[in-house]
């Protein structure tokens, strides 16, 4: 083949339509292109999206048999024995942040099967909520230009921030959060031009969980938490307890 | 009130979240690895089960990406591009070896039967949640002509050699590589993606 035929091959290679032999070929190819491999980077990443698209909520049992597995599966070294020199990126917020996830998600699907038993109308749709937040949640901490920003809540507890500007959408994952006296309840607010519009209230009653903000992080600087009377309030009444930017 | 820099806080500056998790994973980090797994899992098997049209060998799939996602964690070079890409690229290709294996043990009338069943993306996305994501790559993909769609459709999730896929759509060799390049382009434009 020549080399005009082999830059043709980009899109069949990044959709994986080549056949072994072709591959093979056009991976040799991409060695010395740096053309083909720049956009063979952008194709795979635009294929990728193809398959973000038809996210599905897998079912409990995958989740308890992949981790049971990797318990029992050796890693591979790295390639190489050369350690990159870019300084390693280490959030304090994060190793509660994947066990707090993954409890709202579990809690999630765990509500499904309870919820699957019953045929009732308003369970169901219940069901379909919960569903559209777990599949929001994992399209946030997905998206490729999710920011994450953890800090310490004044009070007492942790919290991260994961936004992403492309969705409009951000999470929050609390943990540890000490339930606030008098019956008031927990609000979030995005910050915007220095002055807060409201974004939900945590589930009162619960310390640990994951909630998506309602609104969008476009055009804010950051989300913040306030302790507020019950039901919420329109406008801050106390000072922010947790204020985490959420650009990257 | 003003946004205040205040010491506790982490930005996630330079690599995105999921690409330092997926260093962490790589170090042995099985928490690291939840994280990327409720990142990640919804894809693959969606993906999976495109691909391969059958829940059992769909299942059986996701679990072997994802467990190969933990094995192989070291080998993700950032520089190459995002983590999602990395894992759904590993995803696709896993998927597409198992329904070619398939397909050398079976016949022709395989092959017909595949020409009555071309997926249309709306029997595609049907069944799924992910709106937002869905909407968007749904609109680019009416952007593209109808060959270029169809194209980058039947190969991508049904996973079909662009041969195949020129003889199910009944067009050229040629032409059916240059409507995948150029549909994957105008796919890359709309959706904005950058390597
Ligand atoms: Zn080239």
Redesign the interface.
Known sequence: MTDADLHALTGAYALDALDEREAEDFARHLAHCEACTSEVRELQATAARLAGAVAEVPPPELHQRVMAAIGEVRQRPPRTTVLPLRPRWRPRGLPYLAAAACLALAAVAGGFAVQARHQADQQRSAAAQARQQAVRLTAVMSAPDATLHAGAVKGGGNATVIASRQLNQAALVYHGLPEPAGGKVYELWYSVNESMVPAGLLTPGRSDGTTLLSGGPRGAAAVGVTIEPAGGSPKPTTDPILLLPVSA | ??????G???????????E??L??V?Q?D??????V???????????A??VLRDSAQA?EV??EV??DI??????FDPA???A??WM??L???RA?DRVRSAQASANREHRTALRENTPAFDE??E????????E???RCLESLTEIQREA??V???R?????E?ADLLGVALGT??????????R??DC?????
Do not use: N
């Open positions: 009130m003003r946004v205040v820099a205040s506790e806080q982490s930005p996630a500056s330079g690599p995105g979240a999921l330092s998790l260093e962490r790589a042995g099985q928490e690291a690895f939840e994280s797994y409720h990142a990640v899992a919804g894809s693959v098997l969606g993906l089960r495109r299942e996701a679990q994802l467990i933990w094995r192989t964690a070291s080998r190459r591009g995002s999602m890409t759904l690229t995803a696709h290709r597409v595609v996305s069944q799924v949640e992910h709106r937002l994501e869905r968007q790559v749904r980058v459709t190969a991508y999730y996973g079909r050699t662009y041969r896929t059916i590589k240059t409507r995948m390049r150029d549909g994957l382009i796919l890359r959706l904005g993606v950058a390597a």
